[in-house]
């Protein structure tokens, strides 16, 4: 008998990061739900798209409680919605750090809790979608910064309190190019890899994560920034 299709809920999944991460995965076989406050950017047969804020309880809830209904199955989660304010501190209002935190990391929380069942019943895996910049900074980026070394931090939490049944892994991704203009020929090299990162980039390692091939990682970090982090930069 064939194996069920597996199935992934991936969210901020209209674009960027997360569209290639939808795609990737419906090509892999899946059937993906993405969830996202934009429009559905790729209506494939094998994807439902959801709209939705993921910084919202009730709306998380019914969110899941939606797959619970229709799909019956969550084998893989993707918290990768995220969003990034930049101001100075003294113009960093509460409101902006709140909802970077809300969007960035609560609502990370709020998707395992409600969907921790159906992960548990699947053996399912989540991976969360971090920063390079949980660990270096520019200026004025402090709410982006602390919310994503706060998932660096929840994923192993998770990871400890899920398993063995669940598999929890936070992905952190250096620049990875989601406009349509190309970086300069300068971006490109200034990375050790000898270019700037594509969504393709963080796609193929999520696939990875989620599958069963990484069935003896959880609770690890994986930076895939074409080796920025690991440059000495002194100017001359
Ligand atoms: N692009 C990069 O260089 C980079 C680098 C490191 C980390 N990241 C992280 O990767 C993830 C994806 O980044 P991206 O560059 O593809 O971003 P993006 O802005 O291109 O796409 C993010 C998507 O999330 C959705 N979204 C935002 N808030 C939401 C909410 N409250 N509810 C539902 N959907 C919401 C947006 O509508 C959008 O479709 C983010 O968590 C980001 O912090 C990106």
């Known amino acids: 008998m064939a194996e069920p299709r597996r199935v992934a809920l991936v ?7 997360g569209q290639g991460i939808a795609r990737r995965l419906t090509a892999d076989g899946w059937h993906v739900v993405t969830a996202d406050k934009a429009a ?7 994807m439902r798209h959801v709209r939705t804020d993921i910084s919202d309880e009730a709306a998380v ?16 989660l993707v918290c990768n919605a995220g969003i990034m304010v930049r101001k100075p501190l003294r113009q960093l209002e509460l409101a902006d750090w709140s909802r970077v935190i809300a969007t960035n990391l609560t609502s990370t929380y709020l998707l395992v809790r409600a969907a921790e069942d159906l992960l548990r019943a699947a053996k399912g ?46 992905v952190s991704p250096g620049w990875i190019n989601v406009e349509d203009s190309e970086p300069s020929a300068r971006d490109h090299a200034q990375h050790p890899a000898g270019r700037v ?3 393709e980039d963080i796609a193929a ?13 959880t609770g690890a970090e994986f930076v895939s920034d074409g080796g920025m982090t690991r440059k000495m930069i002194y100017e001359e």
């Open 61 to 76: 809830r019914a969110l899941v409680n939606g797959i619970r209904k229709e799909e019956g199955r969550l084998d893989g």
């Open 205 to 217: 390692l999520t696939a990875w994560l989620l599958g069963p091939e990484s069935g003896f990682v």
């Open 125 to 170: 895996a989540v991976v969360t979608m971090a920063s390079t910049r949980a660990r270096q900074s520019e200026p004025d980026t402090e709410s982006y910064a602390a919310s994503k070394g706060g998932l660096v931090a929840l994923t192993h939490a998770l990871a400890i309190s899920l398993g063995p049944d669940v598999r929890v892994n936070v």
């Open 197 to 199: 990162g594509r969504p």
């Open 40 to 46: 559905a950017g790729d209506p494939a047969d094998a």
């Open 11 to 17: 969210t901020g999944g209209a674009r960027g990061i």
